[in-house]
């Protein structure tokens, strides 16, 4: 079992409070004290002790199992889920869709756009932190002391202190990735040598939109014998050449640009024109390169082996007010493939959820230790946090619980991922994440920018309806979306991102999140609660959309319009 | 008050070796009150604290419990994992710590914690050997526990390629049922995975060097003294659980299921009797809802408790419709079961399995989630197919009378339970494997816990009590509860040589993981030591002896 360490003052305080209540009995004089005992709820021990944990590992209670202090079953229902709808807005199609032919993932829910088909334990809203006012503890923090907070790095410290726990998870061995692009060279490849490259994508709408409360980047690394050649040796042309031949599969694209690749150092002729020569385009994406020219291929999964890191940062306020990614990181998140498996397998994965569903089981994922959860598609998915002091600290089970919603049970997802099937095209999309310049390109199917197309159907800039910015930008008075000004935005970047002030709100609002280590009572950055959520949802009885609002959506992006 | 009584049980088991008692008996036990562990992740488990102060006495915000919470933890993997009635005995047999660590070998592919999955077990006649399915998505194969010699050996697996999809015979996915035939062979068949195949073991009592399947010789292991294997490629193709052998005609006919949400019951009668390469497959059609479908209201594809279906009786008198002539060949209009409809990349088209579409062809009557059967005979020497409908919190019995199949609803959700005893918190929750002990009882054996709370043990055992032998159960009484975290109990049988006794398994406990030392994924990870789980020892199969069971006076 892992320990947690308490201070020395609080391990001598346990004697003190018993030592407290001894009173010498031939003292006539002397008060006789009791401990005040109190009855409390388990996870709200979970939280006292996560508020004054020293150390990076994460076990707060560990006389016990790790799933036994979980508090919210269903931590897997994100809070967006209990937005009131009103019958009309709808953002719940950007998770819940039908499966696309040929795809892996079959979890068939598009059905929850229209219906609301929640556990017992899932009607009741357990997301407390969505109905806390915070407005008076954001005012007594001073726009310097975020801005400091925020530009204070607590990425570099942790693997040392990984390391120095005997941690046995993924250690985060990305040098100087506090300071976003400049870890990386101009076509995403990490400068350390580490092999992680970092690429563009559109934010997932809305929760991961800066203008909603976090920053944050992905990097990718494919396994040893996708960046070497035949004979074994690091080829940076078989690792471009590979990388470009997993979007496309992923993306079930026949042909895809790529980073400049010499064929020539490949042996193989990629690009379908009989010569072998430096190239920009491959049309011979039915099969890998080099060393790993004899691994499994299918569309719309990763290769084994294939590792992700995604940092969810606050949100930077630069000179000028400019937005980016902060120094500090709230969270580190990486997941690791494992195996692949052929699509039937991936069937009965979600067969079996199914099963349970019917069953009226609730949601369980095998714990890995320091590598966190599997969730049981291949995937290891583990999570660092901030700890009150700001320090990354590993991620209990519910708060890595959480992750599995979006990484285990939505039918959106490729591959259980979001990142990469909304990557930028092809060669361009090689590099650190950078909205500027960016398009509001359409979804595939799709003719209107993507982010013009949800602001319509959810009648806000989120999930809840509860960023003025947004409203104040997009929307006439009338409520519905000014599309002219959307039209005329330059770019993402323009659409999705806050102004200074209201990115240090947000800051301060998680601030005091991080404060509370109440991490298991939601994590979202509102000041004052949204208020469009439900506290509680009748299956039976909550309104729900009408057909007619129910949306076909593909997470890919159609770039070429 | 419930009087209990140690020197009840001889009288009341009286389990006669090698014969079939056709009567239910009441329960030999005393049985159990409550299901497993109260779950505490609702959150409402509360602890008392008292709050830390420091050297002066002010208080640091520190709570310190001064409930011991390790009581709270509770389950015992490696010595107790099931709660059982008093008297009754559970010693571990086997597990995959034990071969992995010693001689031997069992079938371990690279899957997390479902990387061997024991599924539904068997005994040789003798009761000297138990086979071991393995219900992996590739790769799946046979082991054999000698319970003498306390050695387990792997006897045939698949080669593995099946990770990548299924394209000829080499690997397999899913062993779900195992049977010792009547002509001591043993036939295992494909669950979910694979292509719903039966594949027959020429000689169960062969260690060969190299189990995989190229290593070894497939041919006609009625004619071929050389041959290992084959695939018994006449049969019908569907998510096979639950073989059964008639009892009055073992070497003529066999009761097969499809696990699916429209699942079927299915029969065939081999064209040679001891041959079980083909034969005539029938489905099984509940006349009620045959009315149904002839009146275009029913849909044999859709589920159960989809549509019209779900208001349609499906019990009462049926009838076996016929797939295929004697020799396997399909009739006409009716896809031929043993041959599933594949697309351009060699995937089963949906709705699956080449038996299900010929079922639906047919008007067969669907269930929800057929996944296991037993059979035996009623007073008046009929046989009767037990199979549970998952989905349906049912088990249904199907009696095979001199006026055709008559199926009733056996117990399900509104048995009684525990009838005529003390109350238990335990409900049926998912019922899944059955089993016959030598009085003819049955036994339903969860995979599923019983509160929605829960989610991390694995459920129950109930004796399902029908004395009067109807067909209908009287009670489902409380038998054993399962604590495992992430496990289900699968493959309860009765040692045909020791009535006495029987084995369960513990399939896909989070500890078949290797090792919470370095806890990867894959077990094949440069950094695995192959250390176990100081928790738990993986899949499992533990013993039980009821013949010191107190007994209820």
């Not at chain 2, 006897?155 to 394209?167: A, L």
């Not at chain 2, 399947?213 to 071929?224: E, R, V």
């Not at chain 2, 070497?251 to 699942?263: A, H, P, Q, T, W």
């Amino acid at each position: 079992m892992k320990q947690v360490t308490f201070t020395a003052a609080g391990l001598a305080g346990i004697a003190l409070v018993f030592g407290a209540t001894m009173a010498d009995p031939t003292d006539n004089n002397s008060k006789v004290s009791q401990p005040k005992t109190k009855k409390i709820a388990i996870h709200e021990l979970v939280i006292n002790r996560l508020q004054h944990q020293e150390g990076v590992r994460t076990n707060p209670i560990p006389e016990l199992d790790w799933t036994a202090p979980v508090y919210n079953r269903e931590a897997v229902i994100p809070p967006q889920c209990y937005t009131r709808t009103e019958g009309k807005h709808n953002p719940c199609y950007v998770c819940h869709q039908h499966p696309k032919p040929g795809r892996e993932n079959v979890m068939a829910d598009g059905g929850l756009q229209l219906e609301y088909s929640f556990s017992d334990v899932g009607m009741t809203n357990h997301w407390k932190n969505l109905f806390e006012d915070r407005s008076e503890r954001v005012a007594k923090i001073s726009d310097e002391e975020i801005d400091d907070w925020v530009d204070t790095d607590n990425y570099s410290a942790l693997a040392a202190r990984l390391k120095e726990a005997k941690f046995r998870g993924w250690i985060p061995d990305l040098r100087d990735l506090q300071k976003g692009a400049a870890a990386f060279d101009e076509n995403g490849f990490a400068l350390d040598g580490s092999h992680w490259v970092a690429f563009n994508y559109k934010p997932l709408p809305s929760t991961f939109w800066p203008t909603n409360g976090s920053t944050d980047d992905v990097m990718i690394r494919l396994e040893e014998k996708y960046r070497t050649d035949a004979e074994g040796n690091y080829s940076a042309d078989v690792y471009r050449a590979n990388l470009a031949i997993t979007e496309a599969l992923l993306k079930d694209r026949k042909t895809i640009t790529t980073l400049p690749v010499d064929e020539r150092k490949i042996g193989k002729d990629l690009n379908g024109d009989d010569e072998l020569g430096v190239i920009e385009r491959i049309t011979a994406v039915d099969g890998f390169v080099g060393a790993a020219s004899d691994a499994y291929v299918d569309t719309y999964v990763y290769p084994a082996g294939t590792e992700f890191l995604h940092t969810v940062r606050y949100v930077g306020v630069g000179d000028g007010g400019q937005i980016s990614v902060s120094k500090r990181m709230k969270e580190v998140r990486y997941m690791k493939k494992s195996r692949t498996l052929n699509k039937k397998a991936y069937k009965r994965g979600y067969e079996l959820e199914g099963f349970a569903k019917d069953e009226g089981r609730l949601p369980w994922y095998p714990v890995l230790g320091d590598y966190g959860l599997d969730n049981e598609f291949g995937w290891s998915v583990q999570g660092f946090i901030e700890g009150r002091d700001g320090e990354l600290r590993t991620a209990s089970y519910e708060e890595n619980l959480f992750c599995m919603g979006c990484h285990a049970s939505i039918g959106a997802t490729i591959d259980k991922t979001f990142s990469m099937p909304r990557k930028v095209e092809g060669a361009a999309g090689w590099g650190y994440i950078n909205l500027r310049g960016m398009p509001d390109a359409p979804n595939m199917g799709e003719s209107e920018g993507e982010i013009a197309t949800y602001l319509a159907r959810v009648g806000g800039g989120g999930e809840f309806r509860s960023n003025p910015e947004m409203f104040e930008r997009w929307f006439q008075d009338d409520g519905t979306v000014d599309q002219a000004a959307v039209k005329a935005a330059k770019d993402v970047y323009e659409l999705i991102t806050p102004s200074p002030e209201r990115a240090r709100e947000l800051n301060k609002a998680y601030r005091v999140i991080v404060e509370d280590q109440d991490f298991i009572y939601g994590r979202d950055a509102t000041v004052t609660p949204p208020p469009n959520v439900y506290a509680e949802i009748d299956n039976k009885t909550a309104p729900t959309l009408p057909p007619e609002v129910f949306h076909h959506w593909d997470i890919r992006l159609d770039w070429e319009k | 008050m419930i009087k209990h009584s140690k020197c009840a049980l001889a009288g009341a088991i009286a389990m006669a070796v090698g014969s079939m008692a056709t009567a239910g008996t009441e329960p030999y036990f005393i049985p159990l009150t409550q299901g497993e562990l109260v779950d505490l992740a609702d959150g409402t488990k509360v602890v008392e604290v008292v709050e830390q102060t420091d050297a002066d006495g002010n208080p640091t915000g520190v709570f310190v419990a001064t409930d011991n919470l390790i009581t709270l933890q509770g389950v015992d993997e490696r010595n107790k994992p099931w709660t059982v009635p008093v008297g009754i005995t559970q010693t571990n047999l086997m597990s995959m710590e034990e071969v992995e660590l010693g001689e031997g070998s069992v079938v371990r592919v690279d899957n997390g914690r479902n990387s061997s999955m024991f599924d539904m077990l068997a005994f040789d006649p003798e009761g000297e050997n138990i086979f071991i399915p393995h219900e992996t998505t590739f790769g799946a194969g046979v082991s054999r526990y000698n319970i003498a010699t306390d050695r387990t050996d792997v006897i045939f697996q698949g080669d593995s390629t099946g990770s990548e999809g299924f394209k000829n015979d080499t690997d397999f996915g899913a062993f779900d049922p195992v049977r010792f035939t009547p002509r001591g062979t043993l036939i295992a068949g494909e669950e979910w995975s694979g292509t719903g195949r039966f594949v027959e073991i020429c000689d169960p009592y062969k260690t060969p060097e190299d189990p995989r399947a190229p290593a070894l010789t497939a041919g006609d292991c009625n004619s071929d003294p050389d041959a290992d294997w084959r695939v018994l490629s006449g049969l019908p193709l569907s998510a096979q659980e639950g073989i059964e052998f008639s009892i009055r005609r073992p070497d003529e006919v066999m009761y097969f299921i499809d696990e699916d949400r429209s699942g079927s019951i299915y029969k065939v009668t081999f064209t040679t009797p001891g041959d079980y390469s083909r034969g005539q497959t029938s489905v099984l059609s509940v006349n009620s809802y045959a009315k149904c479908v002839q009146s275009d209201g029913c849909d044999p594809a859709e589920r159960w408790d989809r549509g019209v279906t779900a208001e349609t009786q499906r019990t009462g008198a049926a009838r076996w419709i016929a797939l295929t002539d004697i020799n396997g060949n399909a009739l006409p209009g009716i896809q031929n079961p043993a041959e599933n409809l594949l697309d351009a990349s060699g995937d089963i088209i949906d709705p699956g399995f080449a038996a299900r579409v010929a079922g639906d062809n047919v008007g067969s009557t669907p269930f929800g989630r057929p996944e296991d059967t037993t059979i035996s005979l009623n007073r008046v020497g009929n046989e009767v197919i037990y199979f549970t409908a998952t989905s349906e919190n049912t088990i249904y019995s199907l009696e095979e009378s001199s006026r055709g199949p008559i199926l009733r609803i056996f117990a399900d959700a509104s048995t009684p339970r525990n009838l005529g005893f003390p109350a238990t918190n335990a409900t049926l929750n998912a019922p899944d494997n059955l089993a016959l002990d030598a009085n003819g009882n049955v036994y339903v054996i969860e995979d599923s816990p019983n509160t929605t709370q829960a989610g991390r043990a694995g459920g129950d055992i109930w004796f399902a009590r029908d004395v009067n032998n109807d067909g209908v159960a009287e009670s489902l009484d409380h038998f054993m509860s399962l604590q495992v975290a992430g496990s289900e109990s699968t493959g309860m049988i009765f040692n045909p040589a020791q009535p006495n006794k029987f084995v369960v398994a513990v399939q896909h406990p989070q500890s078949t993981i290797l090792s919470d030392q370095d806890e990867s994924l894959s077990s094949t990870s440069e950094d695995s030591d192959g250390v176990r789980s100081s928790l738990g020892f993986g899949d499992a199969i533990w013993e039980f002896d009821i013949s010191g069971a107190v007994a209820p006076q």
